[in-house]
C-alpha cells in the first residue's frame, strides 16, 4: 500500500517500515546517505521514541510518549543485561494533545549509575501484562558523564535551529531531507552528549510541531517524526536552552533537566518578567545552568525573547533591521548587572576558576546574516561594560557556540571577546551570509539564498557552497585534556573548517608580525601588510590599531588590513598586535605619512 504525504496523516506498523525501505531507495538513487531507521519493529502505542536529557555521572532521564496513559518502566542495565534493573514512573504519563490526537508524556529518571560506564534500557508500559515498547528494535545505550576532573576523553555536538518541515526552502511538509541526514550523521557521530543552541520544532515550538513517529505533514512532527530525532535521541542526551521560537510552556516538560539544574542552583522553569520598552509583562520559560565534564565546565544559558512581545523596543543599539528589538529586550530582562540571570552566571563562574569553559546561548555575538545580525548588546564592544561576553571573557569562558542565525559561522575574537559559532543550520529554513559585507572576525562563514539559489560565504577565501545540504550541520567537539577540536559536519557527511584550540594558557607572548608596511592604495584607504607571528601554538588573531585607537581583528591566517578611514593629508602610527589564546600580545609598529 502506497504511503502518501498529507496533513494529518498517520503510518503505523508495515506503513512506517514500508516509508523506511522507499526512503533507503530514493536516497540511494540520489547519492546521499538514507534517513535513520524508522523503529518498524516497535509497539504502536509508542507515539514519541525514547530520547535522553539530564546527564551526569550517575543518572540520565528517559523521556517517551505513549497512546495509552499508565505508569510507565525503564528497565536498564549494563550492555549485555539491558533489564537488570527497573525505575518505574511516580505518576501518570502527562496529558498532551498533537495535531488533535491525545497522548501521553513519560519522563522518568534512571538512578545509581556509574560514571564513564556505558548502559542500555528498554521502556515499558505499566499495564498488568507490560508491553515492551521497542518491540523488536535493539536496546539503545547510551554512556555516563565523564565526572568532573578526570583525564578521560570525550566529545560531544552542538547544534541549532531545526525541527522544521521546510525542505529546500520550501514547506510543503514533504521529509526535510537535509535535516533527516544531520539527524542520521549525529546518531553515528559518536558523541557523548549534544548542546542545543536553542529554537526546536518550528515554527511555534508546540505539541504538534514536535510531533510523533506517525503524524506527518506542514509544521506536524518536526522533531519527532521517524526521519528526524527517533535515532539521535535515544543514545545521546540533549541539554537544550531557549530560542525565540517557542517560547512556551511545552519547551520545559519536553526537554527537561532537572538535576544539573539543581546541582548548578540554576533555573529550569516558568519565571514571571515585567514590563520592558512597553512590552506586556509575561511568564516564560527560562533555562540556565552549568554542569561539568572531565575538565570542562558548561554554561547552557537563557539569551530569549519572544518576537511578538518587543514593546516599543526598536534596537536601536544593533546593526540589521530584524531582530535587533528583541536582542534589546532580552539583554534587558537577563543581562543587566542586577539581573537574576547575569548574577547567577558571576557567582558560578568564581566558583570554577580554571580549567576549560564554554558557554552555549541562542542569540550569536557575531553574524554575518543580514537579518540576524550581531547581538550588539552581548558583545564586549570597545567602550561598553558589563556585557554578557565581558563577564565571560573575564572569567576565562574559552569558546562560545550560538544558534539564531541560520547560517554556519566562526569568529575569532577581538580584544576581550570570546572565539565563538554561530551554528543555526541544523534543518530550518537557510538563511545568507555576507549581504552587508563581512565583518573582519568573520573566519569562516557558509550561508545559502533560496531566491538565488546560490551558496555565499564569508570571506572571499572560503569555498562557496554547492547546495544547501553542504550548510546544513552540526559541529562535533572532542575534548582531549585542554585542547578543544571543532570540526563541522554537513548533511552528507563532509567534515569543514576543522580547528583545534590548545587552552592551556601561558604567559610566553606569540613573537610579534614583520615586517610591517603601510601603502596608499586609495584616497582614504591605507593597506597594511605583515608578516606572521610565529612560534606559538595558540596564535589565534591580529589585532589593528592606528594612533593607538583600536581598528579591528583578523583571523591569524589573514596577514592584511585595509584602513579605509584614513584622512589625508595626515601622519599616523599603526600597530599591528599578535595574540594568543591566552590574550599574551607582541606589536609592531610604524609610522607613516599619507
Known amino acids: ?43 504502536p502505542v509508542l507515539t514519541r521514541a525514547p530520547y535522553l536529557t539530564d546527564l551526569t555521572p550517575g543518572s540520565v532521564r528517559v523521556t517517551w510518549a505513549t497512546s495509552t496513559r499508565s505508569r510507565q518502566t525503564v528497565k536498564y542495565g549494563p550492555l549485555g543485561n539491558c533489564t537488570a534493573n527497573s525505575v518505574t514512573s511516580a505518576t501518570l504519563g502527562t496529558t498532551m494533545t498533537v495535531n488533535g490526537v491525545t497522548e501521553y508524556s513519560n519522563s522518568v529518571t534512571v538512578p545509581n549509575l556509574s560514571p564513564d560506564t556505558p548502559y542500555c534500557y528498554r521502556v515499558f508500559t505499566g499495564d498488568a501484562t507490560p508491553i515492551d515498547l521497542l518491540g523488536t528494535n535493539s536496546s539503545p545505550a547510551f554512556t555516563t558523564m565523564v565526572p568532573d576532573g578526570s583525564p578521560a576523553p570525550f566529545t560531544f555536538a552542538v547544534l541549532g535551529d531545526w525541527g522544521d518541515t521546510t525542505s529546500n526552502g520550501v514547506n510543503s511538509g514533504a521529509l526535510n531531507q537535509d535535516q533527516a541526514n544531520v539527524m542520521s550523521r549525529l546518531a553515528a557521530s559518536g558523541a557523548r552528549f549534544a548542546l542545543s543552541t536553542g529554537d526546536v520544532a518550528y515554527p511555534s515550538g508546540n505539541q504538534t510541531n514536535y510531533g510523533d513517529l506517525q503524524q506527518t505533514g506542514v509544521n506536524i512532527s518536526g522533531v519527532f517524526a521517524p526521519e528526524y530525532y527517533a535515532a539521535p535521541g535515544q543514545t545521546l542526551p540533549m541539554f537544550s536552552t531557549n530560542g525565540n521560537h517557542g517560547r512556551n510552556t511545552t519547551f520545559l516538560p519536553t526537554w527537561p533537566q532537572p538535576a544539573v539544574t539543581a546541582a548548578s542552583n540554576g533555573v529550569y522553569s516558568q519565571v514571571s518578567y515585567p514590563s520592558f520598552f512597553g512590552s506586556t509583562p509575561a511568564s516564560y520559560p527560562t533555562t540556565y545552568y552549568a554542569f561539568s565534564s572531565g575538565g570542562v565546565r558548561f554554561y547552557v544559558l537563557d539569551t530569549s525573547w519572544s518576537d511578538g512581545n518587543v514593546g516599543n523596543a526598536d534596537g536601536n543599539n544593533c546593526e540589521g533591521t530584524d531582530h535587533c528589538d528583541i536582542y534589546q529586550v532580552d539583554a534587558a530582562a537577563h543581562w543587566t548587572t542586577s539581573s537574576a540571570e547575569y548574577q547567577w552566571l558571576q557567582q558560578d563562574l568564581a566558583a570554577h576558576p580554571g580549567g576549560v569553559k564554554v558557554a552555549a546561548f541562542h542569540f550569536p555575538l557575531r553574524s ?35 544558534g539564531h542565525a541560520h547560517i554556519y559561522q566562526r569568529n575569532v575574537a577581538p580584544p576581550g571577546g570570546v572565539p565563538s559559532y554561530v551554528t543555526g543550520g541544523a534543518g530550518a529554513k537557510l538563511s545568507s551570509v555576507g549581504g552587508h559585507g563581512c565583518d573582519p572576525t568573520d573566519a569562516y562563514a557558509l550561508g545559502w539564498s533560496y531566491s538565488a539559489n546560490a551558496g ?38 563532509n567534515s569543514f573548517d576543522t580547528l583545534s584550540y590548545d587552552f592551556s594558557a601561558d604567559g610566553t607572548p606569540p613573537s610579534a608580525p614583520s615586517p610591517l608596511t603601510v601603502t596608499r592604495t586609495a584616497s582614504t584607504t591605507m593597506k597594511l601588510t605583515w608578516g606572521a607571528g610565529g612560534d606559538d601554538t595558540q596564535l589565534a588573531t591580529y589585532d589593528v590599531y592606528r594612533d593607538g585607537t583600536y581598528l579591528a581583528t583578523v583571523p591569524q591566517t589573514v596577514l592584511t588590513f585595509s584602513d579605509k578611514t584614513a584622512v589625508c593629508p595626515a601622519s599616523y602610527t599603526y600597530e599591528v598586535r599578535a595574540r594568543d589564546l591566552a590574550g599574551n600580545t607582541a606589536g609592531t ?6
Open 1 to 43: 500500500m502506497p504511503v502518501f504525504a498529507s496533513v494529518g496523516r498517520h503510518r503505523r506498523g508495515l506503513h512506517l517500515a514500508g516509508a523506511a525501505v522507499a526512503l533507503g531507495a530514493l536516497s540511494a538513487a540520489l547519492g546521499t546517505a538514507p534517513a535513520h531507521a524508522d523503529l518498524p519493529g516497535a509497539s
Open 368 to 402: 554575518d546574516d543580514p537579518t540576524e545580525p550581531d547581538d550588539e548588546y552581548l558583545k564586549n564592544n570597545p567602550g561598553s561594560t558589563d556585557t554578557l561576553e565581558q563577564l565571560l571573557h573575564d572569567n576565562g569562558v574559552n569558546l562560545v557556540f550560538n
Open 456 to 493: 555565499k560565504r564569508c570571506p572571499s577565501s572560503v569555498p562557496i557552497p554547492a547546495a544547501d545540504a553542504n550548510v546544513h550541520h552540526f559541529l562535533l567537539v572532542s575534548v582531549l585534556g585542554s585542547t578543544l577540536t571543532v570540526t563541522p559536519t554537513d548533511s552528507l557527511g
Open 589 to 594: 609598529s610604524t609610522p607613516v605619512t599619507c
